[in-house]
């Protein structure tokens, strides 16, 4: 009977080892991926104005990497996650910095007496699109290099564009442009478009009520998170495919949510959600519905983005 026990135990022993070293194996050649803690960047008033602060994707890990008593607001990470867009008005005017994982290392890119307030890198790093005011009365779409020299303008419209962002082949970018929903040009809907990359064959993407915004690429390239409004009459997060079809209401819920952004692995999407009252970063699952509450500040935390994969250690 002992010797029967002993056989068993040490066929479950050596069952763990083979487990244990198959997956060593796996994960060696790059088959099995195992878990790593996520950052995520965002924007609160915790402090009494608008600061970026970075924390884990658990919500632990909170840091401060701005300090200053203008506006100043996360914008978006370097595709290699070692730099931080966010535009300041420090400087006297709205401009898009650069920053470090630390705060550190601060660059106004734009530096210009007009407004420059939403921008995102290309995903190979060299190019930076952005929304200027700096040739009218209307904000347009711009280029500049990632250091902030050879700046060219990108679109020329009458209307307002905001919240560009790259699709993942670096070939084309998403934004939000006013569009007239009378012939006189005094009413406007806010509808996402999205052309090459040249500027040329802009395209609408949705024609709904309200304004649609916030547009943020999944990392395999196929799908568009976005917010706004639903049938109930509050804002949402949607997620459409890449030609605007498909559109399917991911939060809907009564509360106002806005700034989705995708998790690195895909399987998340962070999110802002509250009331005039006060705004939270939250997060929720795609496969299981769950929504996580991972700022609970009295005071707003909003624009929540997940750090590029690459570089999180």
Not at 134 to 139: A, E, H, P, V, Y
Request: charged share 25%; proline share 4%.
């Amino acid at each position: 009977m002992k010797e029967a026990v002993n056989r068993r135990m040490n066929v479950r022993t050596v069952g763990m080892c083979v487990v244990i070293i198959m997956c060593e194996a796996l994960h060696a050649f790059g088959q099995v991926s195992m878990p790593e803690m996520q950052h995520i960047l965002y924007t609160t008033t915790r402090d009494g104005n608008f600061e970026v602060y970075i924390m884990n994707s658990d919500s632990t890990g909170v840091r401060r990497l701005t300090e200053d008593p203008g506006t100043d607001f996360a914008l978006n990470w370097s595709p290699d996650g070692t730099s931080i867009l966010f535009y300041s008005d420090r400087a006297g005017n709205e401009d898009v910095w650069r920053m470090d994982l630390e705060g550190n290392g601060l660059v106004n890119l734009t530096n210009a007496p007009s407004s420059e307030r939403a921008a995102a890198y290309s995903p190979d790093g060299s190019t930076i699109v952005f929304t200027s005011d700096r040739d009218g009365q209307t904000k347009d779409l711009y280029l500049m290099d990632a250091d902030g020299s050879n700046v060219r303008r990108l679109t020329h419209n009458r209307v307002y564009c905001e919240s560009p962002e790259w699709t993942t082949d670096g070939t084309r970018i998403i934004y939000t442009m006013l569009v007239p929903m009378d012939t006189l040009g005094k009413t406007f809907n806010g509808e996402l478009m999205i052309l090459n990359a040249d500027g040329s064959n802009p395209k609408q993407l949705t024609e709904r009520e309200g304004f649609d915004s916030g547009a943020d690429v999944s990392p395999d390239g196929t799908r568009i998170a976005f917010y706004g409004r639903s049938e109930a009459g509050n804002y949402d997060i949607f997620i459409m495919n890449m030609d605007g079809s498909g559109i399917m209401n991911l939060t809907d819920d009564a509360t106002e949510d806005y700034s989705p952004s995708w998790s690195p692995d895909g399987q998340w999407v962070a999110f802002t959600s509250g009331s005039s009252a006060n705004y939270d970063v939250w997060k929720m699952n795609l496969h299981t519905g769950q929504k996580l509450r991972l700022t609970s500040q009295p005071k707003r935390d909003e624009a929540p983005y997940y750090r590029p994969i690459s570089q999180q250690r």
